[in-house]
């Protein structure tokens, strides 16, 4: 049966579109995992407030104020942690312990996220396309992190990241019909539904749960679904879906005889499956009405309408096409792809600096970098084999532009301009012997020579009978060397052995004058007045005596006569 | 915080009636004290300090001295003078009357410098007080009374030279301190360490400690009954044992002290103090430090601990005789070994060529030189090579093939930096992120070669 929904007009609706870049934002993270370790919290095992906010930062997320944070954590930032975890990327302790006989809830010592590269490394080989299905299969097959909450990590009683929409509240949920849901499967037939959809409609969502209630009313809940648990006690259709005036109210289910028994149960999870896998993975867009809601809680067909994008049939449908890259004459590289194009990124970003924020998730990716002398310098550092300029041949498929193949070509030589020789001893000397020899790594000048293993190269010169003399120069200085040695190094000064000679100091002459009041008044008052009057002085309050230096005299006069009305001060 | 803020701090912070107190106690003047400032300046004078010391007991003396040595402590270190009545109470209980009394007695006599400090950690207020001797004073303490006596006394060289025995198998261990003596490679080791007479004047406390069974106490400031005897005794005066019991009391407060008499007897068994008999009575100091024969002009023809006559271009060593500064200095300049019993040195152009000028150019060298040729020959090839091949470690060497950045680094790193030839340069090891801010400024980057 063809999928005929009714078409709506979104401009009286509030429209949701999510500008999270899945794979990008889950990259920042490992990035950042890898950088820092991670502690998370003892308690909560939760990810930390500071690094929390580090990592919303680089996501480009505004955190909440500190003291929000219980109310206001930024639950993208936790969502992708999860992710990384349920892909095996990270890992870190789950289960805690139990540090006391009291405890109610485990403690998480010194539990570091753990980033496996190997297994990054695999999921690094994959295509992006791949690596975005990757990520809906775990979305699709995900289970709760803690044992106790797994009947209730559904659509049904978990709040996704990002929608707007409440829940059911999940009282009851560990039995009746929920635990025998297949929800993989549930979602999958879903996906097949909505991906045959035309792509940039808008339609009304009310009209998809009208037409599942014609044609697929068993969609969700089988016809014939167990009418016991496992205690033998009878099951309800929809035992476990209380409606209320509060969201927590779990006194009255809905009644399977209802005539909307459907819309109430069915069509607010289709709702709620819409803000979970196909908003967080921007298949779709979604549109809210406006308006207050005022039925009964949960909310209910507050999703008016939703749209499905481009790259989610692409996706579904294996329609990857390979990201395309062009080198500008300015240096600049655009990288642009369906999906994120995380290996690529990396390779071209080592290169060079990026200069523009990439295009928020919502349609391609689009990303400019600029390339960078000293950062191609440092890559051809690190992998001297690497032909930049075949690589990027590679990637956009054509010849560069001339003058960036001719700069590339110099900036290649730069990475051997400055070459650090680290663990080596310089070996001076007039005669060198044979056996030396294979311990040579440069040969600097006719008496200097760069030599590996100095301890074998010492022992062998004393066996030779040179009589070596080894100087091991402290951290910050050179030692200086005797007189009679033979060499370039720094030697001690003739200086040191002449008598010393007396330094000669310059001292400045400052005539200080002091001044000691006989009662607090008066000396609290030509403060105040030598203050006002700018002058610099200096004060003793417990033995009440100013000091000013001499040639601030006529101020200090000036403030006698300006007191002379109030105090008549005479200086003995 | 040094002595002189604490002064400056104190000087600040007292009271009128405390201020007066020590103007009485040391005998300032009203001028000398009118300004709190310059008063800091009078105080560490030597202003009437004589007199103050003197109506010190004793025990008070030997307290500061051990302060001089200590710092800046807090009033717990008082303990040791002034006893609690109540050891087991908090902080502020068991200190507060000796607080009282180390005001009474020290601080307000213009002696003790005293000064609250606000520490981290420290919760009780009592305990932010600090307490210390201004240097200057420590010249004008009393020293515990001893005896001048020009008779050198008696050093007992048993022990030293059943220790050196030991090497050849002559004399079994004589204590069970592990640290073993030999010959390995040509060199003669103490507890796996290059032999020195340093390292033997350690065995021999070593020794002194185990034999006593003491041990330096886990209470701040004090020291282990042998610390305190070595600092305690002269190395010119006569001490008698019943003259540095008191001050062994407060230097070793919450050590196990054994009697000051079985402590010095077994620092002179041990080869460390001399001992003397006066009116009937043991005496001690200690003992000389070791020198050589002549330290500064050269050696006798015979030295009578060297046999040269041995065997061509070997020396023999007398170890019954030869004083431990020329064992350590022939330990440096010769190959050693133990043939039959007996050990024998000779040239070796290895420790020669290790051994630094002055210790080729010593007295002792230039002996070897004469009386044994083979030793001579080795010596000036030693004298003619040397510093002519020279190892540099602990460098960073790089190659600069950019004139103009090599320019800039030798113009900010300036002597700090060595130019090996037109390519290369090498800097110490600590300046590298100096270089790397140059090279980063310049849009320079490090290719790093490691060994």
């Known amino acids: 049966m063809t999928l005929l929904l009714d078409p709506i007009d979104p401009k009286p609706l509030d429209v949701l579109m999510n500008d999270r870049d899945l794979l990008r934002d889950m990259f920042t993270y490992l990035d950042y995992a890898r950088e820092r370790s991670i502690k998370r919290m003892t308690r909560t095992n939760e990810i930390p407030w500071s690094d929390l906010v580090r990592i919303a930062k680089l996501l480009n997320i505004d955190p909440p104020e500190k003291d929000e944070w219980r109310y206001a954590r930024p639950y993208w930032v936790d969502f992708i942690d999860s992710l990384a975890l349920r892909l095996d990327l990270v890992s870190y302790d789950l289960e805690g312990e139990y540090r006391g006989q009291t405890s109610q809830e485990p403690s998480f010592v010194d539990n570091f996220i753990t980033v496996d590269e190997t297994r990054l490394n695999k999921f690094l080989e994959l295509s992006p396309a791949n690596q975005e299905k990757s990520i809906l299969e775990v979305l699709n097959r995900a289970k709760s992190t803690h044992g106790y909450d797994e009947s209730y990590f559904n659509e049904f009683f978990h709040y996704g990241p990002l929608g707007n929409l409440d829940v059911f509240e999940s009282w009851g949920s560990g039995t009746g019909v929920i635990p025998t849901l297949k929800f993989p499967e549930i979602r999958t037939f879903l996906l097949d539904l909505l991906k045959n959809l035309p792509s940039g409609h808008w339609f009304s969502v009310q009209s998809l749960i009208a037409y599942l209630k014609a044609n697929h009313p068993y969609f969700l809940i089988p016809q014939s679904f167990p009418k016991g648990d496992r205690w033998g006690q009878p099951i309800g259709r929809y035992d476990n879906f209380h409606e209320g005036k509060s969201i927590d109210s779990h006194e009255k289910s809905v009644p399977p005889d209802a005539s909307d028994a459907f819309e109430r149960v069915e069509g607010r999870y289709i709702e709620r499956f819409l803000e979970y896998i196909p908003l967080i993975m921007r298949f779709v867009d979604l549109a809210y009405d406006p308006h207050e809601y005022s039925g009964l809680l949960p909310s209910r067909a507050m999703l008016e309408a939703f749209r499905v994008n481009e790259r989610f049939p692409r996706l579904l449908r294996n329609e990857e096409s390979l990201p395309k890259v062009t080198v500008q004459p300015n240096f600049d590289v655009v990288i642009e792809s369906d999906f994120y194009p995380v290996r690529m990124i990396q390779q071209v970003a080592a290169l060079g600096e990026q200069v523009s924020n990439p295009a928020s998730g919502h349609g391609v990716y689009v990303g400019i970098f600029q390339l960078k002398k000293a950062s191609v310098a440092s890559v051809l550092v690190q992998q001297p084999e690497l032909n930049i300029i075949d690589l990027l041949k590679n990637m956009t498929g054509r010849d560069l532009p001339q003058n960036v193949q001719i700069e590339l070509e110099e900036w290649a030589g730069h990475a051997d301009q400055f070459v650090l020789y680290e663990n080596f001893a310089l070996l001076e000397t007039v005669h060198l012997p044979v056996e030396v020899e294979s311990f040579i790594v440069e040969k600097i000048s006719p008496t200097i020579n760069l030599v590996r293993s100095p301890e074998k190269v010492f022992a062998l010169l004393e066996r030779l009978e040179h009589v070596p003399l080894c100087i091991k120069h402290p951290a910050l200085e050179f030692t200086l060397l005797e007189e009679t040695t033979a060499s370039i190094f720094p030697k001690e000064p003739a200086w040191n052995k002449s008598p010393k000679q007396a330094r000669q100091v310059n001292v400045s002459r400052i005539v200080t004058i002091s001044y000691q009041f006989p009662d607090q008044e008066a000396f609290v008052a030509i403060q105040k007045m030598l203050a006002e009057l700018r002058c610099p002085f200096q004060s003793d309050p417990k033995m009440r005596i100013i000091n000013i230096q001499q040639k601030e005299q006529s101020r200090f006069d000036e403030a006698l006569e300006k007191l002379a009305g109030d105090l008549l001060i005479e200086v003995e | ?451």
């Open chain 2, 1 to 451: 915080m040094s002595v002189q803020q604490l002064l400056s701090s104190m000087c600040a912070d007292l009271s009128d009636a405390d201020l007066n107190a020590i103007r009485k106690a040391r005998g300032f003047s009203a001028g000398e004290t009118a300004s709190r400032t310059s008063f800091a300046n009078f105080y560490i004078t030597s202003v009437g300090l004589n007199n103050a010391l003197k109506s010190l007991s004793a025990e008070e003396n030997i307290t500061l001295a051990l302060l001089h040595e200590a710092g800046e402590v807090d009033v717990s270190f008082f303990e040791r003078l002034y006893s609690t009545d109540n050891p087991h109470g908090t902080f502020t209980q068991r200190y507060k009357p000796i607080f009282d009394i180390v005001k009474r007695n020290l601080v307000r006599r213009g002696l003790v410098v005293m000064a609250e400090v606000k520490m981290r950690g420290d919760t009780v207020q009592l305990q932010h007080w600090r307490f210390a001797l201004p240097p200057d004073f420590a010249p004008y303490l009393l020293p515990l009374p001893t005896i001048q006596n020009a008779q050198t006394g008696q050093v007992n060289e048993r022990f030293t030279r059943q220790k050196l025995l030991q090497l050849v198998g002559a004399t079994p261990g004589v204590t069970n301190v592990p640290f073993a003596i030999k010959v390995e490679q040509g060199s003669l080791y103490l507890n796996n360490q290059i032999f020195s007479s340093a390292a033997f004047r350690a065995w021999q406390i070593a020794t002194w400690e185990h034999d006593l069974k003491t041990f330096k106490p886990n209470v701040p400031a004090s020291l282990s009954p042998i610390e305190a005897a070595l600092k305690l005794l002269s190395s010119e005066n006569w001490m008698a044992p019943k003259e540095i019991e008191p001050a062994l009391k407060i230097y070793c407060f919450g050590s196990n002290t054994p009697p000051a008499e079985q402590l010095l007897r077994k620092g002179w068994d041990l080869g460390l103090l001399s001992r003397l008999e006066i009116a009937s009575v043991h005496h001690y100091r200690l003992a000389p430090a070791p020198t050589p024969i002549v330290s500064t002009h050269s050696y006798p023809a015979l030295l009578d601990w060297a046999d040269t006559a041995f065997k061509p271009g070997f020396v023999k060593i007398d170890l019954n005789r030869i004083p431990l500064l020329d064992l350590e200095q022939i330990n440096r300049l010769t190959h050693l070994a133990v043939e039959n019993g007996v050990l024998i040195a000779s040239p070796s152009l290895v420790k020669l060529g290790r051994a630094s000028s002055t210790q080729r150019n010593s007295p002792l060298s230039h002996w070897l030189a004469q009386h044994v040729p083979a030793f001579g020959a080795v010596l000036e090839t030693v004298h003619a090579k040397w510093g002519k091949t020279i190892l540099h470690e602990y460098l960073l060497v790089a190659r600069v093939r950019d004139l103009s950045l090599r320019v800039q680094l030798e113009r900010e790193l300036k002597d700090k930096l060595v130019v090996l030839d037109d390519h290369f340069i090498a800097f110490p090891l600590e300046l590298r992120p100096n270089v790397e801010k140059i090279l980063k400024k310049s849009g320079f980057v490090v290719k790093t070669v490691k060994s």
